[in-house]
């Protein structure tokens, strides 16, 4: 048995000092060393009814992959949590843990919650590192599924019919698979390498992914059915930039993030001009908005040399939606936070550039429909900060282009597809759908839970015909 | 990977390329176009379909060597293969059966994506006229093309090499005081089509635009190719790139288009 470890704080993350890494693109997090895994997995009580798993979208079985590190059995660890996740190296690096499997663990209610995230990391890095084994081939059964997009969704939907031995096709829009893993989390949060070792792992269990494909227009989900193809998954994202529609917004300078994060992460500007494309970045920056979006947009315009990079948020760091660990990197690189602080007009100069953004400050009222207080303006408050760039970071919707070239697929207002919670089958039979292009921006770990009940009622229903 | 069936020289800055494609060919139109990327790492750019045969799955690009990405494509030779050629993108340009007749006005390699609509046009039983601009004669595109369809060709240079000495709009003005058109297709350089819109708009004549902002995606994701229509924000890659040429502000594209000046040009000097 292991020894136990009844110390009150998670064993503490090796990173790169927040000095260095605001002026490089490597990953911040270093990850774990084999004993410090042991150590931190030896705070975990392997509690009977484990509250953990409950918090956990995919049920990772944690208490059992957590003993499993805790006695060095990592390959046995990562094979543990590979039954429930299959991206487990993004997932331990990416998901909100504070508000899901961390946020139940009873560890947490003295003190910190065992590190969960951290040790998923290592158990896949270890993986990673130690094995190359290629999986078993499966028995194919003669049934063909066509999923569309690439993000977290479709690659898990794929994952898991290929093992069931469906063929399965993807269609990516984009040149390079991933969504928003390779085109809008940034390098040194999620490195591009991993990225692309478990896309390649996808594929060679045998899914095919073909990209440069828009579906909707290069083909539609109604000509891939008449294809032969016996369902269709649409794990298409919300890839569409929301903006605030104040003055000034078209400017030169004001981008969406996901230009920006695109022309930096996906075309790797950040190499510019060894890579062709270019991002032009002022001293001076504002980000508007407080989530994921926004903290990646700041940490990566400081990496590109900006000297005071602003977060303009109309609420308060309560309300700011981005992972506790994000806010406080970038706390500790330097980016400066204007809470309660909300956007008016953006001011150009004669060249038609951008050269300051207003604000006006705001304070907290009574809850609003989100439950959260109300930012309401306070008069005569009205400022203008000297910027020369100004990133949009406050949210996307699903792009429309599926469900304007899809008769018959049922929509919600706001853009999203609408589809049975139990199936995720959509208004169409047989094309299903799920991730972002559902339930709006949501969270990688959400998208892949989506993609795997799809599968799920997809081949509960194939293999009955 | 997709190859290089055919490549055709058409002056020294214009290239013609025909390149295997053949999701692009089976269902692309008029006024749609592509993105391609030269190499791995490469850029993005946006060219126009100019044409396309759906049996050999084929699409056929024309392009003028402006800056890095497209001098390095003018480098490929035929049979060599370019990395990505993603399409088609954009909306089809709206193309009804006219009363009367259309004018189409193109400038520069703006010959390239109007030859696609006009010959649609034709094809339909429209009758079509089309005024080709360019500094000097061979900068004049398509000529021969647009003759096959087009009831009347005119030609226009800045030197007087060839046609009309002058720009484009002269010949438009004249022409559209002469006969009855039901609409202009103009597609050439932003201030050649503000020019052109300067010239119809008082004559009531409806005039579309094809509209180039720099573009990075091309599928409506970054907002990037953002430009204003009456004063509404759109995106050119998905709601566009045609638009009715009395709607657009002309003056924020131009100022949009010049953003990557100083980068482009460090990028000719650090890279080609
Ligand atoms: C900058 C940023 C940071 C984030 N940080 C976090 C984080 O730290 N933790 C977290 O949990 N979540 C985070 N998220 C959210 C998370 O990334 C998304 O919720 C998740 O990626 C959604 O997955 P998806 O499969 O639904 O769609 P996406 O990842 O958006 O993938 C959709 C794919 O479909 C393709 N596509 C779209 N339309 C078509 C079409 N017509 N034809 C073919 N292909 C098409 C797109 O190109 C894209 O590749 C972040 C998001 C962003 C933008
Ligand atoms: C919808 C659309 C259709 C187009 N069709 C054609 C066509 O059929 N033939 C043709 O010759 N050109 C066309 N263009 C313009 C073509 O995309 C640019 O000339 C090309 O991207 C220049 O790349 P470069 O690296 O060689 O030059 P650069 O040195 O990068 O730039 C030279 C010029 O091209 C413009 N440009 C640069 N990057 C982009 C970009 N990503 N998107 C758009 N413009 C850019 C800049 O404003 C600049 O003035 C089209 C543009 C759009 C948006
Ligand atoms: S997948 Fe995410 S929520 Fe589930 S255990 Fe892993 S880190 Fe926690
Ligand atoms: S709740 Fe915490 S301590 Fe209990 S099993 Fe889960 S991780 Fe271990
Ligand atoms: S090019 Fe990105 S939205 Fe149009």
């Given at each position: ?7 009150v704080t ?13 002026k ?8 774990y ?5 042991i ?5 975990c ?7 953990c798993?409950k ?22 660890a990562?094979q ?24 139940k ?12 995230g ?10 990673m590192?130690h ?11 003669g049934k ?10 479709g ?10 031995g469906?063929?399965?096709?993807v ?5 390079k ?23 390649k ?19 539609t ?8 193809y016996d ?14 529609h104040?003055?000034?917004?078209n400017l ?19 190499q ?9 970045i002022?001293e ?17 315009a400081?990496?590109l ?13 309560e ?7 994000e ?20 001011i ?8 300051g953004?207003?604000i006006?400050k705001?304070q ?32 996307q919707?699903?792009?429309p ?6 008769p018959?697929?049922s929509?919600?207002?706001?853009g ?15 094309i ?11 969270t ?9 009940k799809?599968a ?10 | 990977m ?38 791995e790492?490469?850029e993005r750019?946006p060219?126009?379909?100019a ?31 370019v ?22 006005v ?10 696609p ?40 240079t800045d ?8 720009f484009v ?36 004549l ?27 924000t759109?995106?050119?890659?998905v ?34």
């Amino acid at each position: 048995m292991a020894k136990k470890n009844m110390q009150v704080t998670k064993v503490p993350m090796p990173e790169q000092a927040p000095e260095i890494r605001n002026k490089n693109f490597d990953e911040v997090a270093l990850g774990y060393t084999q004993e410090m895994a042991i150590v931190e997995a030896g705070r975990c009580l392997n509690c009977k009814n484990s509250p953990c798993v409950k918090g956990c979208p995919v049920n990772v079985p944690i208490p059992a992959f957590i003993s499993k590190l805790a006695q060095g059995e990592f390959e046995d660890a990562y094979q543990t949590i590979v039954l429930e996740n299959a991206l487990p190296a993004i997932c331990g690096r990416v998901c909100p843990q504070e508000n899901q499997c961390e946020g139940k663990c009873v560890r947490g209610i003295k003190g910190e919650p065992v590190a969960i995230g951290r040790l998923e990391r290592f158990a896949a890095d270890y993986h990673m590192k130690h094995h190359k084994g290629a999986s078993d081939p499966v028995q194919k059964n003669g049934k063909k599924v066509a999923v569309v997009g690439s993000g977290p969704s479709g690659l898990t939907c794929a994952g898991e019919l290929v093992k069931k031995g469906y063929d399965v096709s993807v269609f990516e829009a984009l040149h390079k698979a991933g969504g928003v893993l390779s085109y809008g989390i940034p390098e040194f949060r999620l490195p591009k390498d991993l990225v692309a070792a478990e896309i390649k792992n996808i594929e060679d269990q045998g899914v095919s992914i073909d990209t440069n494909i828009i579906v909707g227009r290069s083909i539609t989900v109604d000509e891939l059915t008449e294809e032969g193809y016996d369902a269709v998954f649409i794990g298409s994202g919300a890839g569409l930039p929301g903006f605030l529609h104040i003055p000034g917004e078209n400017l030169l300078g004001v981008y969406s993030a996901n230009e920006f994060l695109t022309r930096v992460n996906l075309m790797k500007g950040f190499q510019f001009p060894k890579t062709p494309t270019p991002v032009k970045i002022g001293e001076n920056v504002a980000v508007v908005g407080a989530g994921n979006v926004a903290m990646d947009s700041a940490r990566t315009a400081k990496r590109l040399g900006a000297k005071n990079v602003y977060i303009v948020y109309r609420r308060s760091i309560e309300e700011a939606p981005a992972r506790a660990e994000e806010l406080h990197h970038a706390e500790e690189e330097g980016i400066i936070f204007k809470f309660l602080n909300n956007p008016s007009e953006i001011i150009g100069d004669d060249k038609g550039d951008v050269a300051g953004l207003k604000i006006v400050k705001q304070q907290l009222g009574e809850p609003d429909a989100s439950g959260r207080r109300r930012p309401v303006p306070i008069k005569g408050s009205d400022y203008e900060l000297a910027v020369q760039t100004v990133i949009i970071a406050i949210g996307q919707k699903p792009n429309p282009l599926i469900r304007r070239t899809t008769p018959g697929l049922s929509c919600e207002s706001w853009g999203g597809i609408i589809v049975d919670e139990d199936t995720m089958e959509t208004s169409k039979k047989n094309i299903y759908a799920g991730g972002d292009t559902v339930t709006g921006a949501a969270t990688v770990i959400l998208a892949m839970g989506a993609g795997k009940k799809a599968a799920a009622a997809i081949d509960q229903k194939l293999s009955l015909s | 990977m997709y190859k290089i069936i055919k490549k055709e020289k058409l002056n020294d800055t214009v290239d013609l390329l025909e390149i295997k494609a053949p999701f692009v060919a089976r269902k692309c139109e008029p006024g749609q176009f592509i993105m391609l990327r030269v190499d791995e790492d490469g850029e993005r750019i946006p060219l126009t379909i100019a044409d396309y045969d759906r049996d050999q799955g084929t699409v056929t690009i024309i392009y003028q060597i402006v800056g890095y990405s497209t001098t390095l494509l003018s480098q490929k030779k035929e049979g060599d293969c370019v990395q990505d050629f993603a399409g088609p993108m954009g909306s089809p340009a709206e193309l009804t059966k006219k009363e009367h007749k259309v004018i189409g006005v193109a400038g520069g390699v703006g010959a390239a994506p109007l030859y696609p609509q006009l010959k649609k046009l034709a094809a339909q039983g429209t009758k079509v006229d089309v005024i080709i601009g360019g500094k000097s004669a061979a900068y004049v595109l398509l000529a021969d093309a647009f003759a096959q369809f087009c009831d009347q060709v005119f030609i226009a240079t800045d030197d007087g090499s060839l046609g009309t000495k002058g720009f484009v709009t002269n010949v438009l003005a004249d022409q559209i005081a002469k006969e009855t058109y039901d609409e202009c297709i103009a597609i050439g350089p932003l201030i050649m089509m503000k020019n052109v819109v300067k010239i119809t708009k008082p004559a009531g004549l409806p005039t579309m635009v094809s509209l180039n902002p720099i573009m990075v995606d091309g599928t409506g994701m970054c907002g990037g190719c953002r430009v204003t229509i009456d004063g509404e924000t759109k995106f050119a890659c998905v709601d566009g790139p045609d638009f009715d040429g009395f709607k657009v502000n002309f003056d924020e594209c131009m100022k949009r288009q010049g953003f990557y000046r100083e980068e482009e040009h460090q990028c000719r000097i650090g890279r080609g």
